[in-house]
């Protein structure tokens, strides 16, 4: 370091050593975030279970941090899922959580996203490829098959029944037929009269249902089995508008709440119907052990029960409690949530008063190193440059050698003159640069200029610096008291002295003597 000052090395150090303890500080006061996942899900419909799966999915990142969802639905679109699908993948999630609308035609776009490195959970409806990580699903042949059953016995083995499908291409649909139709194998008594295909909305099942009725007037039916509650609804309808009220419904889903198929069943506008469900707590935490690389299983299989009106009540009653539970349980995620937003709010602020006080701490600091670093140096450099300097180190106006070395005497010459004239009259405590001047037979302002131009400092700073330095030496060689000495430099007061002194030195006179 060299042409650095001891004082300036000082100053250096101290800023980095704020600076570094800012920065901990500041790196401190950062929110750290261990993972963060982005989860995309494409649900092929919307609709009230849908709703209840999204907000279960919702639900379950309360309980997981950073993990983020993205939603899309494709209104049983398969153009509109692909699309969707596609552009999930292009945000860049991490994990793809799919419904497909029909096993065929979604089937590319999931390829795509597992070919990718995507992992995927393929949920409820399946697909015809087997690239997915893992699949998650109640078992839709066998609800239909139980569902058949109960009908088999309802009817008491002999009857007409009228099924409304859902949507051709999904799986589901296609389980519960077979499921269905197996288990009315056993009933031979009962006929299904005619497969209606549906698309799983209750307007569809209403329309087809409609013009089944309006073409096969006089056909009698004494059940219909909607794949699913709304086409089991759609089907009343439609049969009450035409005059059939003797018939009985069946559908499947049985969502709890004001809408919902247990409410249905036990208010008997439907017969019965089945838990479809939709578990979407269950669903995000498979998908996040995938992503925290923890052990999962690859088909996971969703428990699900008939509702029949012999338990539709307790039922409803235990799905309400439940529900009202999620909502408390929602009210106070929002709870939590808006007094962690207010003490993040309030960290804020701390951290920024912090860093407002470290700063301010550290500018007050630095400022009196430098004052101090700059008197220090003010002192080194008068005392350096008049009385310890020879005529080589004492800058002189470039020139030509002849001319320069000319300069250089001169100065040197001067020098020495003032030197002798300073130390000759150190201890005059009236001493002035007037005085100082006349010994040197220049002006007041000459040798103002004249000091100030080989030195840097003034002749008064400088006349200060020589008393001090004088007295230093006379405090390390004599046994003269401190107020012995402060006379003996020119000072007429011990107590100011020893206050010029602590300025220049950093310490007492009493400490350079100790
Ligand atoms: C919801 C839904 C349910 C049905 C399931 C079949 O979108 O239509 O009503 O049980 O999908 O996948």
């Given at each position: 370091?060299?042409?650095?000052?001891f004082e300036e090395?000082?100053m250096?150090?101290?800023?980095?050593?704020?600076?570094?303890?800012?920065?901990?500080?500041l790196?401190?006061?950062?929110?750290r975030?261990?993972?963060?996942?982005?989860?995309?899900?494409s649900?092929?419909?919307?609709?009230?279970?849908?709703?209840?799966q999204?907000?279960?999915?919702?639900?379950?990142?309360?309980?997981?941090?950073?993990?983020?969802?993205r939603?899309?639905?494709?209104y049983?679109?398969?153009?509109?899922?692909?699309?969707?699908?596609?552009?999930l993948?292009?945000?860049?999630?991490?994990?793809l959580?799919?419904?497909p609308?029909?096993?065929?035609?979604?089937?590319?776009?999931?390829?795509r996203?597992?070919?990718?490195?995507?992992?995927?959970i393929?949920f409820?409806?399946?697909?015809?490829?087997?690239?997915?990580?893992?699949?998650?699903?109640?078992?839709?042949?066998?609800?239909?098959?139980?569902?058949?059953?109960y009908?088999?016995?309802?009817?008491g083995?002999?009857?007409?029944?009228?099924e409304?499908?859902?949507?051709k291409?999904?799986?589901p649909?296609?389980?519960?037929h077979?499921?269905?139709?197996?288990?009315l194998?056993?009933?031979?008594?009962?006929?299904?009269v005619?497969?209606?295909?549906g698309d799983?909305?209750?307007?569809?099942?209403?329309n087809?249902?409609?013009?089944?009725k309006?073409?096969?007037?006089g056909?009698?039916?004494d059940?219909?089995?909607?794949?699913?509650d709304?086409?089991?609804?759609?089907?009343?309808?439609?049969?009450?508008?035409?005059?059939?009220?003797?018939?009985?419904?069946?559908?499947i889903?049985?969502l709890p709440?004001?809408?919902?198929?247990?409410r249905l069943?036990r208010?008997?506008?439907?017969?019965?119907?089945?838990?479809?469900?939709t578990?979407?707590?269950?669903?995000?935490?498979l998908?996040v052990?995938i992503?925290?690389?923890?052990?999962?299983?690859k088909?996971?299989?969703?428990?699900s029960?008939?509702?029949?009106?012999d338990n539709?009540?307790?039922?409803?009653?235990?799905?309400d409690?439940?529900?009202?539970?999620?909502?408390?349980?929602?009210?106070?995620?929002?709870?939590?949530?808006?007094?962690?937003?207010?003490?993040?709010?309030?960290?804020?602020?701390?951290?920024?008063?912090w860093?407002?006080?470290?700063?301010?701490?550290?500018?007050?600091?630095?400022?009196?190193?430098?004052?101090?670093?700059?008197?220090m140096?003010?002192?080194?450099?008068?005392?350096?440059t008049?009385w310890n300097?020879?005529a080589?180190?004492?800058?002189?106006?470039?020139?030509?050698?002849?001319q320069?070395?000319?300069?250089?005497?001169?100065t040197s010459?001067?020098?020495?003159?003032?030197?002798?004239?300073?130390e000759a009259r150190?201890?005059?405590c009236?001493?002035?640069?007037?005085d100082?001047?006349?010994d040197?037979?220049?002006?007041?302002?000459?040798?103002?200029?004249?000091?100030?131009?080989?030195?840097g400092a003034?002749p008064?700073?400088?006349?200060?610096a020589?008393?001090?330095?004088?007295?230093?030496?006379?405090?390390?060689?004599?046994?003269?008291?401190?107020?012995?000495?402060?006379?003996?430099?020119?000072f007429?007061?011990p107590?100011?002295f020893?206050k010029?002194?602590?300025?220049?030195?950093?310490?007492?006179p009493?400490?350079?003597?100790?």
């Amino acid at each position: 370091m060299q042409g650095i000052s001891f004082e300036e090395r000082k100053m250096a150090r101290f800023f980095g050593f704020w600076t570094l303890l800012i920065f901990i500080v500041l790196c401190l006061g950062c929110k750290r975030q261990t993972r963060h996942y982005v989860i995309g899900v494409s649900q092929c419909s919307a609709d009230i279970w849908r709703e209840k799966q999204n907000a279960e999915l919702r639900m379950g990142t309360y309980f997981q941090d950073g993990v983020e969802l993205r939603f899309a639905a494709a209104y049983d679109s398969d153009e509109r899922q692909v699309e969707q699908i596609d552009s999930l993948v292009n945000i860049g999630i991490d994990l793809l959580i799919v419904a497909p609308n029909q096993v065929q035609t979604i089937s590319p776009a999931i390829d795509r996203a597992y070919e990718q490195g995507i992992p995927v959970i393929v949920f409820e409806r399946k697909t015809n490829s087997q690239k997915f990580t893992a699949f998650m699903s109640a078992d839709n042949y066998e609800m239909g098959r139980q569902m058949g059953d109960y009908i088999g016995k309802r009817l008491g083995g002999r009857g007409q029944v009228l099924e409304v499908m859902g949507l051709k291409g999904s799986s589901p649909a296609i389980e519960r037929h077979n499921g269905f139709a197996d288990a009315l194998k056993q009933y031979d008594g009962i006929k299904i009269v005619e497969t209606l295909q549906g698309d799983w909305t209750e307007q569809t099942a209403y329309n087809i249902v409609r013009e089944w009725k309006e073409k096969n007037e006089g056909e009698r039916i004494d059940l219909v089995f909607g794949m699913n509650d709304r086409s089991a609804t759609g089907a009343r309808r439609a049969m009450m508008e035409m005059g059939d009220s003797a018939v009985l419904y069946c559908g499947i889903d049985g969502l709890p709440g004001e809408n919902g198929g247990i409410r249905l069943v036990r208010d008997s506008i439907l017969d019965a119907s089945f838990i479809y469900p939709t578990y979407g707590d269950s669903l995000l935490q498979l998908a996040v052990d995938i992503l925290d690389g923890k052990p999962y299983k690859k088909e996971v299989k969703m428990m699900s029960a008939m509702v029949t009106h012999d338990n539709a009540r307790v039922l409803l009653i235990q799905t309400d409690e439940t529900l009202r539970q999620v909502a408390r349980l929602d009210e106070l995620h929002e709870k939590v949530n808006s007094y962690m937003q207010q003490l993040h709010n309030q960290r804020t602020i701390n951290w920024l008063t912090w860093g407002v006080v470290v700063l301010l701490v550290t500018v007050i600091i630095l400022l009196y190193l430098y004052r101090t670093g700059k008197i220090m140096m003010r002192r080194e450099r008068m005392v350096n440059t008049l009385w310890n300097l020879n005529a080589e180190d004492i800058q002189t106006s470039k020139g030509n050698g002849e001319q320069k070395s000319m300069e250089e005497a001169q100065t040197s010459l001067f020098v020495s003159r003032f030197k002798s004239v300073v130390e000759a009259r150190l201890d005059d405590c009236n001493l002035s640069v007037e005085d100082l001047a006349s010994d040197m037979n220049l002006s007041r302002v000459q040798l103002y200029r004249k000091v100030k131009a080989v030195t840097g400092a003034s002749p008064v700073e400088l006349l200060r610096a020589a008393r001090l330095n004088k007295a230093y030496k006379l405090l390390l060689t004599t046994d003269k008291s401190v107020s012995e000495i402060s006379y003996m430099v020119g000072f007429t007061a011990p107590s100011y002295f020893t206050k010029c002194f602590k300025e220049e030195y950093g310490v007492l006179p009493g400490d350079v003597r100790n």
